[in-house]
């Protein structure tokens, strides 16, 4: 008789309020054998609300190899798992790495069952282009080191949304605001879905005033988007004239344009559109 092979199910609970779970996630966590939590005690309280009984067992960064080894064993006996977090989409800086890694390994089924994200609750609230983003996890909690990790995005075409915690809010926006000035838009989301829910869409230096001035914005939790650089599109369209001045008279004005577009970041139309122009002047 063939052996039946439990799945994993990856499961997102609230962030904040306990209504943001969905049926499905309910109905998964109501039917599982053994439900993987961060902190048992924790996600006690939210299975206690929704009256489910299903089992917990600790799954930590301080247990994950021992752990994953276990859950492997125990999907491939049959048992249906399902990993959960404190808040949010396990694995978005939460643990997990492990355990998905190994059950990937052992070819055992995984599903997610997709809901709250604070990065994610913050994106689609801020006004900000988030049609390209990139997630940076937490901020190294060393101011220079935090330098450094802001420095990256100095001229990123891409917009960065990062966590951070109460007790560095106000140095890490601070080190933000020296490493890539005031007039950068910003939005913070803090104690996103709660009570206390605040959403500020501010240029960099007014979001520092904003926090420093007001000790309530700077308890709970806090998700941050900084917008992406803004092009100087005078001074990148001196430097493709400059190039295309060069080039233009050696290859062809496709060529031209996809070498100069290429070397300068530009998008190619863009770079075509001025090659046309030098050529018809
Ligand atoms: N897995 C989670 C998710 O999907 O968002 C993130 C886990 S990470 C360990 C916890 C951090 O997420 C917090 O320190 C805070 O920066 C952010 N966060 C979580 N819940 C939040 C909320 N309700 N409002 C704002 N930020 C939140």
């Given amino acids: ?9 990856v499961v997102a609970t ?5 209504t943001d779970i969905s049926q499905r996630a309910l109905d998964v966590l109501r039917e599982v054998d053994l439900i993987a939590a961060e902190d048992t005690r924790h996600s006690a309280r939210l299975l206690e609300a929704y009256m489910i009984k299903t089992p917990l067992k600790a799954y930590h960064d301080h247990n994950e190899d021992y752990q994953s080894t276990v859950l492997v064993k125990q999907l491939l006996g049959g048992d249906n798992v399902a990993l959960i977090s404190d ?7 939460d643990p997990g790495y492990r355990l998905l890694s190994a059950v990937h390994d052992a070819g055992i089924q995984v599903v997610p069952v997709p ?13 900000l282009a988030v049609n390209s983003f990139v997630f940076e996890g937490f ?12 420095c990256r995005w100095l001229k990123s075409p891409h917009t960065h949304v990062y966590y951070e ?7 890490s926006l601070v080190d933000a605001l020296a490493v890539l000035g005031g007039d950068r838009m910003v939005a913070m989301g803090r104690e996103l879905t709660k009570t206390f829910e605040t959403i500020k869409r501010c240029t960099l230096a007014e979001l520092v005033e904003f926090v420093q001035s ?19 599109e005078s001074a990148a369209d001196t430097d493709i004239r400059e190039m295309l001045e060069k080039i233009l008279p050696i290859v062809s004005l496709k ?8 070397l300068t970041g530009q998008k190619k139309n863009r770079v075509y559109q001025i090659a046309l122009e030098m050529q018809q002047s």
């Fill in 1 to 9: 008789m063939e052996q039946v092979i439990g799945k994993l199910y």
């Fill in 14 to 18: 609230p962030i904040g309020n306990l």
């Fill in 87 to 93: 808040a949010g989409t396990p694995l978005i800086n």
């Fill in 115 to 127: 809901g709250a994200n604070a990065a994610l609750a913050l994106l689609s609230v801020c006004g």
């Fill in 139 to 150: 901020p190294p909690v060393k101011s220079q080191q935090r330098q450094d990790y802001f």
């Fill in 165 to 171: 915690s109460s007790h560095r809010i106000v140095a």
């Fill in 214 to 232: 007001d000790n309530n914005q700077q308890k709970g939790e806090f998700v941050i988007v900084i917008s992406r650089a803004q092009v100087d």
């Fill in 255 to 262: 060529q031209a344009s996809q070498v100069v577009a290429s």
